[in-house]
């Protein structure tokens, strides 16, 4: 579960030439849904202990956030999914940029535990060269850092040249429910 966890903005920018390029705004995404059963709990510690359908087990910290605490028990099956995307579409000349970075956490209605996390960062990255026959794209990050990448087909190049101001926006989300 933590490996979905430890995905930055390194990755937005690592993975959105790869997405795929086009003139108009492109989206990749996933989701991985994972439950688990409620193996035990320590109020004391606020540890809850999940177990895979595989028998493998993981302790979980539960912090002051989860304010329905109390409120789980041994037994109830927990649900995990986590979404990912990355958007990309080039900006026209006088078009604004979204914000870098938006968050939240939204709770669940009810008397379960539940609720979403959810961060969007956002970058504008300038084309500096494409090379079609590699196929692969070297771009430049709002600081300045300069970084090159493989496209998985050329025909995603089509449209883009360098000097093209290409908007990336990055999202991901874990919500959780129990029942």
């Known amino acids: 579960m933590r490996k979905y966890m430890g995905v930055a903005m390194m990755a937005a920018l690592l993975a959105a030439p790869v997405a795929a390029w086009a003139q108009r705004a492109v989206t990749e995404s996933d989701v991985i849904s994972e439950t688990f059963t409620i193996e035990a709990i320590d109020h004391a510690a606020r540890i809850v202990t ?14 002051p ?7 789980l028990k041994v037994g ?3 649900t995990f999914r986590y979404h ?23 709770r669940t209605p009810g008397t379960q535990p539940g609720g979403t996390i959810a961060r969007q960062v956002s970058a504008t990255v300038t084309i500096e060269a494409i090379d079609a026959k590699v196929p692969s794209v070297t771009v430049k990050g709002p ?11 050329a025909k995603n190049l089509e449209g883009y040249k360098a000097g093209d ?3 990336i926006t990055y999202t991901q989300a874990l919500a959780v429910s129990v029942q």
């Open 50 to 63: 999940l177990k895979a359908k595989d028998g493998t087990t993981e302790d979980i910290l539960c912090g």
């Open 65 to 71: 956030e989860v304010q329905r605490f109390d409120a």
């Open 76 to 78: 109830q099956s927990v």
């Open 84 to 106: 990912e995307s990355v958007v990309s579409s080039i900006l026209r000349p006088g078009e604004a940029a979204r914000p870098p970075v938006d968050a939240g956490i939204t």
């Open 143 to 153: 600081t300045g850092k300069r970084m090159s990448f493989k496209v998985a087909d």
């Open 165 to 167: 101001n290409v908007q």
